[in-house]
């Protein structure tokens, strides 16, 4: 019985881990690292720069659970959330969603060759092409 | 046909360059709402705004909310881009008229701040610059106690942009010049010059705090106000007071200011949100003071909410003073004199606009797809006695003043 609760107190901690979300930045941005704040002020229009001045580029996913996950943990929104968060933003002349860029692969790509990007990516998926400012 | 030609050729020439082109410079999307509304009385009609020359009564209206916007922004540089709104909406003649609600070039000066000239629009409340976007937005219609005090949504001029961050917080400052004019329902034309603002919020997280002001050289008038104006003159060179009461009440460029104070918290399950505003003429269109508060919870896709608002008019009392000496004949029907200085006055005293009215409304918003939600809302509307209201009356209609009326209303909003 105990043994039993371990293995899913443990099947439950991988399934937690699987879902975290890296958010990451290109390795030459200079970005060391990024409160929950600023990260969802950069996603959500609210701010166009890094803290250090630098010009950033925030790119999304497309739908899906990492996708999510992020909104809920980050942005503290659901979908519908975000979209309304949106339709403000861009029927008041203020500004556009973030490209969606495909999944955590593509962004990775996207962030590895582009000094501005900022994306968000499965935990599992980081490697050495990105910088990890943040996880959530 | 010659005239086409280079037309035709531009367009084939530009399509497939668009489509082509890994990143478009223009981005299309739009909005809109087809809404349904229907109340308990035949008494007076229910509409969102001055400018709806009719509204819902037992016969169901698709008027009062029904709206498609159609935008396109084209992102010439990184630093400059344009922006074009078309809006289709019910127009002082109740017919379906595209219009230019906005058209706009923006530059952005540095990343924190950003001119924008052209037609604009005109940030008078928390929400005026979305207030048409139903999706944006939690309620069937944002409150119309409140938001029906100012029917101009957009100005002709410029206004700077400048976001600064303060620590994790953001400061937007919005100052703005310009001037528009404006066509009200029932003949009534305004004109808003040297007008000048300010639109100020601050974001801590998930709460958005909001001052504004703006003031304006106001004018609205129309063929039948003329008239009146005139007659209180021809009772003035006889009568003392009566022409200077005229000049007085004529919203012929006078100084008129709205101020409003606001906040937002919306932490992704509950929503608060408030406004108490101001309005101040120095003419025959009245002082008045709104507010509302609206409460809503998230259960899934699901947003059940409760809100409350209210106007009150601050009666100008620059009429009600006239000396009129006693009335020979009845102002109406059999016999009736109605230029006598008493049905002049009393003829003023009702086109003083105003508001006394509060409004319970009870809603759930349902997010039926992923760009597009459906919203319920029942509206209590309390109408003071002997007091106006936001209502139309027809022709022959008694009005709903001193009466409660329910309001019934179903609306489906969209953006793409």
């Not at chain 1, 409160?35 to 925030?58: C, D, H, R």
């Not at chain 2, 008494?43 to 916007?69: F, I, T």
């Not at chain 2, 998230?298 to 009600?320: C, K, L, W």
């Amino acid at each position: 019985m105990n043994q039993r609760l371990i293995a899913l107190a443990a099947l439950l901690a991988a399934s937690y881990a699987a879902a975290e979300v890296a958010v990451v930045v290109n390795p030459k941005a200079g970005v060391d690292s990024l409160s929950q704040e600023q990260v969802a002020n950069l996603f959500l229009g609210k701010a166009t720069s890094f803290p250090s001045g630098g010009a950033a580029t925030p790119v999304e996913q497309t739908d899906g659970a990492t996708r999510n996950e992020f909104s809920t943990k980050v942005l503290k929104k659901d979908a519908a959330g975000v979209k309304a968060h949106w339709a403000k933003m861009q029927f008041t002349g203020k500004g556009t969603p973030p490209k969606e860029v495909g999944g955590s692969g593509d962004v990775k790509k996207f962030v590895a060759g582009n000094p501005n990007a900022i994306g968000y990516i499965d935990k599992g998926a980081v490697d050495g092409s990105v910088k990890v400012v943040g996880s959530f | 046909m010659s005239k086409i030609r280079p037309l035709a050729l531009a367009i084939s020439l530009a399509l497939p360059a668009a489509a082509m082109a890994e990143e478009s410079i223009f981005h299309f999307s739009g909005f809109g709402t087809v809404g349904v509304v229907q109340t308990d009385t035949n008494d007076a009609q229910y509409r969102n705004g001055l400018r709806q020359p009719e509204g819902a009564d037992k016969s169901a209206s698709l008027d009062v909310d029904s709206k498609l916007g159609l935008q396109v922004v084209g992102k010439f540089h990184p630093r400059f881009s344009a922006t074009a709104q078309v809006l289709v909406q019910p127009d002082e003649e109740g017919d379906y008229k595209p219009e230019l609600e906005w058209a706009f070039a923006k530059f952005d000066l540095t990343p924190d701040l950003s001119l924008r000239g052209g037609r604009i629009g005109a940030p008078i409340f928390l929400i005026s610059d979305f207030r048409n976007v139903g999706y944006a937005n939690p309620w069937a219609r944002p409150p119309v106690d409140v938001y029906a005090q100012v029917p101009l949504s957009t100005f002709d001029g410029v206004d700077l942009v400048w976001r600064q961050a303060v620590g994790d917080n953001t400061l937007t400052v919005q100052p703005f010049v310009g001037q528009t004019d404006f066509d009200l329902a029932f003949d009534l034309e305004g004109e808003a010059k040297k007008m000048v603002g300010v639109n100020a919020t601050y974001e801590i997280g998930s709460l958005l705090l909001r001052a504004g002001y703006t003031q304006i050289d106001l004018t609205v008038t129309s063929p039948s106000i003329k008239t009146l104006f005139g007659a209180m003159r021809t009772v003035g060179q006889a009568i003392p007071g009566w022409s200077a009461a005229a000049d007085a009440l004529e919203a012929k460029d006078k100084k008129a200011s709205f101020s409003g104070i606001g906040a937002t918290w919306d932490d992704g399950q509950l929503l608060v949100q408030g406004e108490y505003t101001q309005r101040r003429t120095e003419s025959y269109v009245e002082d008045t003071n709104a507010w509302y508060g609206t409460v809503g919870y998230r259960f899934g896709n699901f947003m059940p909410y409760v809100s409350y608002a209210s106007i009150e008019t601050q009666h100008d009392d620059t009429a009600d003073r006239l000396t009129v000496p006693a009335p020979t004949a009845p102002c109406t029907g059999a016999g009736a004199v109605p230029t006598q200085p008493i049905c002049i006055r009393g003829a003023m005293m009702s086109a003083m606009s105003g508001a006394d009215q509060s409004t319970t409304s009870l809603g759930v918003r349902w997010n039926a797809y992923k760009n597009i939600a459906l919203k319920a809302q029942f509206d209590r509307v309390k109408n003071e006695a002997g007091k106006d209201n936001w209502f139309t009356t027809p022709t022959g209609k008694p009005g709903v003043a001193g009466k409660t009326v329910n309001v019934y209303s179903l609306v489906a909003d969209f953006v793409f």
